[in-house]
């Protein structure tokens, strides 16, 4: 099958993704950078891309300083609390001294903040403010489009892979990828690259299959590209053993936040007990961290393990409870309670709303079932895997500084968002926050290293034969069967995902084996992973809409190998709730209070696995 026409884009940095913190980059180097070519490559249309493009309810992460709720010191202890002690305080403290300024600059552009009378921003909890945010992606777009000017944004371009220098594979050369809509590849030139593209969902089995096929809490935008992209050209990662179990109304993933915080509902089981008071003794287990106030999210999760894995369940939210007792039997302020509740979801996450229409839920009369969701890879909401990046010059310790604030491993390639690891809890706020500090970094890495990046042309033709390799593997074979998704000489990509997913699921500690594994079961999980790594070289796609989900499922097998290979690593069970090493049950800190850090090397197709210092920044 012929390879299509290529265009070659030549510019100095450039920003795969534009999510919240590619746009938040976008904005920040074009404010640094009047004369340097920035240019964005996103694969969907960033006005609705990526996690927040189904809109949110809450900015979660938010100082307050001007009110003197919060410094950001208060910040890093609590976000190392809820890591049970193991974040980078460098790149947590950058975020929280400047997310403020960049939630003000948010409501500037048009985001309404829910405000009290007195004009002060409305509190959910200690850290997260309430929005009527169901516009919030487009609203952070517009200005990263004007930043950039529109021939500077190519969208509907999937990424697939990056490129490095021709004569020193450690510097950054620029991305290589194809238009979903159209017969071409795309060549990016950069000498500076920021990976914004986010999260990895879908990696482990979603509650939701069959029938409820694509329903998942975080977004299906979230395909592990910032790992998968990484990863393979030898770029150091961090924590990628971590995972997020996010606690979610079940079937709709209706986030819980506000539920807890500013609604103030109870979970209860099917005896009426709430878990956080009958099993608070568990918490003295996993001290210090079991007495940090708010508990922490693992251990929130645990609790109400030990209930349902007990046979308590079902664990219902109090919505009935919460909302009766905030109305106090008031009409009027029943209605504005119910409003706050519906809108909370019709937001966020409509799935929600429409379950408890389905349903016949009425909130204010119905508890709704909650449950612990599948696992998601991520960096930037309650889990922290990611690359391993340089911390600001003014903080960071030497053993977390080399040149370049977010700057990777890689010369010249710089992460934000959920592509960085070890600074979890930035969310929508900080995500774009860290976009804008890698921006400002990449722009004085280019003005430092003016010369290009060279890029060798053999290394462009062998990526793209490998790139479209799937659609002449379906023309070769099409045909050997009557069935175009059943032949014995391809795999498709749905066929890809699921097998990926039973392997993490069973092998890596997913819902069906109860968030539980050990040494010997991720052994034999790798050595499946491994396989399945050599058989995606068979991937067959009828489309370029295939095409896409092909190289989707490439990436996200680099995230679950990966995370495989560092659960093995890490001899010890750090955050019950999320995950539970049976042969090592115990948090064990005097030896693990390290993090797990990983390099893959291509040329002998081999993984470095090894820890770094957790080291106190802040006081
Ligand atoms: O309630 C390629 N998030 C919440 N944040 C909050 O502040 N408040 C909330 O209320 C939040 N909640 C929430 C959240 C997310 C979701 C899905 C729900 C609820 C239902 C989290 C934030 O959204 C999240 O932290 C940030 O968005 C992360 O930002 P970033 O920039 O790391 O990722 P992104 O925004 O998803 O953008 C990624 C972009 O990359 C594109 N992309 N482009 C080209 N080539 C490729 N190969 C690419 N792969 C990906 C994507 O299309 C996207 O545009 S609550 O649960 O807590
Ligand atoms: P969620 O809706 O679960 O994504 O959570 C939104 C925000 O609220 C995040 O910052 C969570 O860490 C926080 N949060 C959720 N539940 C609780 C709780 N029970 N106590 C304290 N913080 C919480």
Known sequence: MPLPATETVECDILIIGGGMSGCGAAFEAKYW????????????????????????SAINCYMGQRYGWNTPEDFVHYVVNDMMGLAREDLVYDVGRHVDSSVHLLEEWGLPVWKKDNGE????????????????????????????????????????????????????????G???????????????????????????????????????????????????LMIPIGTEMTQMEHRFVPTRFKDGYGPVGMWFQYFHARVTNSLGEDYTVTRDDELRKYEPYGSAIPTPTPLRNH?????????????????????????????????????????????????????????NIMPED???????????????????????????????????????????????????????????????????????????????????????????????????????????????HKGASSSEEVNPNFVNPKQALVRLQKI??????????????????????????????????HLAARNRHELLRCWEVVHRTWVGEAHMRHLLHRKETRWPGYYYRSDYPDLDDANWRVFVNSKYDAASDSWDIFTKPYIQVVK
């Open 504 to 537: 993490m699921d069973e092998y890596a500690g997913g819902t069906s084996t109860w968030y539980t594994t050990n040494g010997p079961t991720l052994e034999r999980g790798i050595a499946l992973i491994e396989m399945l790594r050599e058989d995606l070289k």
């Open 178 to 228: 194809f238009a979903v809509r159209e017969n071409k590849f795309y060549v990016f030139k950069a000498k500076a690259v920021l990976i914004t593209c986010g999260g990895a969902a879908n990696v482990f089995r979603p509650r939701s299959v069959n029938e409820g096929l694509g329903r998942t809490w975080y977004s299906v935008f979230a395909t592990g590209a910032a790992y998968g």
């Open 303 to 359: 609790q109400m393990f030990l209930d349902i894995k007990a046979g308590l369940g079902p664990m219902y939210m109090r919505t009935d409870e919460a909302m009766q007792k905030l109305a106090q039997g008031d009409p009027a302020k029943m209605d504005q309670v119910r409003d706050e509740a519906w809108e909370d979801f019709l937001d966020m996450t409509i799935a929600q709303a429409l379950t408890w229409a389905s349903q």
């Open 366 to 476: 119905t508890p709704s079932e909650v449950v612990l969701a599948e696992p998601y890879i991520m960096g930037s909401h309650s889990g922290e895997a990611g690359a391993w990046v340089s911390g600001p010059e003014d903080l960071s310790p030497t053993e977390y500084f080399w040149g370049y604030n977010k700057m990777t491993t890689i010369q010249g390639l710089f992460a934000a968002g959920d592509g960085v690891g070890a600074a979890p809890h930035k969310f929508s706020s900080g995500s774009f926050t860290e976009g804008r500090l890698a921006a400002k970094a990449a722009v004085n890495y280019v003005l430092d290293h003016p010369q290009a990046s060279g890029v060798s042309d053999a290394q462009v033709r062998n990526l793209q034969e490998a790139i479209w390799a799937p659609l002449a593997t379906f023309d070769r």
């Open 33 to 56: 950078s009047r004369d340097l070519k920035v240019v964005l490559v996103e694969k969907a249309v960033i006005e609705r891309s990526g996690a927040t493009g189904e809109g949110l």
């Open 121 to 176: 921003y409305e509190r959910i909890g200690r850290w997260q403010i309430p929005i009527h945010g169901e516009s919030i992606k487009p609203i952070t777009a517009e200005p990263a489009r004007q930043a950039l000017g529109q021939e500077n944004i190519y969208e509907r371009v999937n990424i697939t892979h990056l490129l490095t220098d021709a004569d020193d594979v450690g510097r950054i050369a620029g991305a290589i």
